[in-house]
Antibody, heavy 120, light 110 residues
């Protein structure tokens, strides 16, 4: 079964760029969609965006102008960059695999999440 | 922007039944939204419970069931247990590669 591990700096300065990587093990990154989801402290989940193994992407309209999601198939990794961060971007960031086939569309495997704090 | 609505909280007695719902600020939820449900305990990543409206994920007890009730998706817990006390989130696929999560429901078993 797939395992996902998000990693990256736990502290980012305001106005700078948040960069996270999700490493996928236990299976190939091919043939799936891969997504980022975040959760501010004490609040609910927010979908950020996805990338398909072909490289196509989409993101939450509320974040679209600041989000870049990329893929490195050779390393079985996908990454998130979120520009111009503010304190409102402080959250636990999760990576997740998306099943999108045969009438199914859902997040099946989740990483453990990594807390990113935006603060000077 | 479309808002996915969930009850903020629910209480259920041990052994009781509770139905959580997942609606839209405008319109009705149907199977075309591929509603899925996730359970989250504090400090942990979400766990997939139900997908495609009513299919239980592997290993999920059959006391969890999904359905469409009226104009909303629903998650029913039958025979609630103490370790069902946590947060539950639904997510809807809006089409065009967009997902929207509900605000979550905190379930208390008392």
């Amino acid at each position: 079964q797939a395992q996902l591990q998000a990693s990256g700096p736990g502290l980012v300065m305001p106005s700078e760029t948040l960069s996270l990587t999700c490493t996928v093990s236990g299976g190939s990154i091919g043939s799936y969609y891969w997504s980022w989801i975040r959760q501010p402290p004490g609040k609910g989940l927010e979908w950020i965006g996805y990338i398909y193994y072909s490289g196509s992407t989409n993101s939450n309209p509320s974040l679209k102008s600041r989000v870049t999601i990329s893929l490195d198939t050779s390393k079985n990794q996908f990454s998130l960059r979120l520009r111009s961060v503010t304190a409102a971007d402080t959250a636990v960031y999760y990576c997740a695999r998306v099943v999108a086939a045969a009438g199914r569309l859902y997040f099946d495997y989740w990483g453990q999440g990594t807390l990113v704090t935006v603060s000077s | 922007q479309t808002v996915v609505t969930q009850e903020p909280s629910f209480s259920v007695s041990p052994g009781g039944t509770v139905t959580l719902t997942c609606g839209l600020s405008s319109g009705s939820v149907s199977t075309s939204y591929y509603p899925s449900w996730y359970q989250q305990t504090p400090g942990q990543a979400p766990r997939t419970l139900i997908y495609s409206t009513n299919t239980r994920s592997s290993g999920v007890p059959d006391r969890f069931s999904g359905s469409i009730l009226g104009n909303k998706a629903a998650l029913t817990i039958t025979g609630a247990q103490a370790d069902d006390e946590c947060d539950y989130y639904c997510v809807l696929y809006m089409g065009s590669g967009i997902w929207v999560f509900g605000g979550g429901t905190k379930v208390t078993v008392v």
